[in-house]
């Protein structure tokens, strides 16, 4: 079953925070997030494993609510490079890997 | 490491035709999957393989669907009887294992007129 992402679309200015929720109704051993730009293929984010981590690489992180079945995607001090579409992908303990429908982030000079 | 390779990168056929697309994984990586995407979705799973073997295979994947993964290395993907809906981005993506990262190839982007 598709995972449900939120906010659908966002549009931010250079420097703004942003933040991306991906939820699930199952119980979920694992989540990635991807990030795609126009005409290109999806580019590995970060994995979050079950046990509430928290990842961050620079200015992007994320956290992992196994409880809850919820991770979101922190974004800070947004960069112009940062637009794309940001997709969850959910393991759930290896039955099925399913992206979530995607949100849809602009960073406007 | 080369990343994955897809060929070819757009195809063009008359509805009814088959098409068989090649993905070639980075060498190393057991795990493949293919998936699809249309416009404004996500990546939509296909299956995937654990070196030769085929693991998982989509309920909404039609007879018309079949992969192939003969020596665990390069994989093939068929559709046999080409439909107007088969038109989307056909993109494979390899990993070291199923907790590892997926590493994406440039998709082959197929349109039946």
């Known amino acids: 079953q598709q995972p449900v992402q939120s906010p659908q679309a966002v549009i931010l200015r250079e420097g703004e925070d942003a933040v991306i929720n991906c939820s699930s109704s199952?119980?979920?051993?694992?989540v990635h997030w991807y990030r795609q730009k126009h005409g290109e293929a999806p580019v590995f984010l970060m994995i979050?494993?079950?046990?509430?981590e928290q990842k961050g690489h620079e200015k992007i992180s994320a956290s992992f609510n196994e409880k809850k079945q919820q991770s979101s995607l922190y974004l800070t001090a947004s960069q112009l490079s940062y637009s794309g579409t940001y997709f969850c992908?959910?393991?759930?303990?290896?039955?099925?890997?399913?992206f979530g429908p995607g949100t849809r982030l602009s960073v406007l000079p | 490491d080369t990343g994955v390779s897809q060929d070819p990168r757009h195809k063009i056929t008359k509805r009814g035709q088959n098409v068989t697309f090649r993905c070639d994984p980075i060498?190393?990586?057991?795990?493949l999957y293919w998936y699809r995407q249309t416009l404004g979705q996500g990546p939509e799973f296909l299956t995937y393989?654990?070196?030769?073997?085929?693991?998982?295979k989509s309920r909404l994947l039609s007879d018309r669907f079949s992969a192939e993964r003969p020596k665990g290395s390069f994989s093939t993907l068929e559709i046999q009887r080409t439909e107007q809906g088969d038109s989307a981005m056909y993109l494979c993506?390899?990993?070291?294992?199923?907790?590892?990262?997926?590493?994406f190839g440039d998709g082959t982007r197929l349109s039946i007129l």
């Open positions: 979050l494993l079950k046990g509430g």
């Open positions: 199952k119980a979920l051993y694992s």
């Open positions: 993506a390899s990993s070291p294992d199923g907790q590892q990262p997926q590493h």
């Open positions: 393989f654990q070196n030769e073997a085929q693991l998982e």
């Open positions: 992908g959910t393991d759930d303990y290896g039955q099925n890997f399913v």
């Open positions: 060498s190393e990586h057991n795990r």
